[in-house]
């Protein structure tokens, strides 16, 4: 028993527009997706860019000084600033002394 072609040609151009109708329908679905990946590769750029810049900014923190450092460093600064003080009040008085020589020694040096 043999099928005439002309019986088949039917279920062919059925199964032709199946795939076809598939195939359009897959292309759709998937134009999305070719999108989605698009954003994803610009994020990940992103995200390896960021990356850097924070281990960038990690390592510089690196050098900065701790807060017990920048309270020493205060202390240190305080102590300074009094001993400048105590030394500024001891030189007063050489400075006057220094003035009223100069003055001395011009008044000597007009007559």
Known sequence: MMMDLSQVMPWI????????????LKSML???EKRLDERVAKM????????RR?????????????????HRLEMALTEVSGKLSVLEERLRPIAATNERL??????????
Request: charged share 25%; glycine share 8%; net charge negative.
């Open 13 to 24: 151009g059925a199964a032709l527009s199946i795939i076809a109708l598939l195939t359009q």
């Open 30 to 32: 998937t134009a999305g």
């Open 44 to 51: 990940e750029a992103k995200g390896v860019e960021f990356d």
């Open 54 to 70: 924070i281990q960038s900014v990690e390592s510089e923190l690196k050098h900065t000084p701790d807060r017990g450092t920048m």
């Open 102 to 111: 100069n003055e001395l020694l011009v008044e000597q040096a007009r007559k």
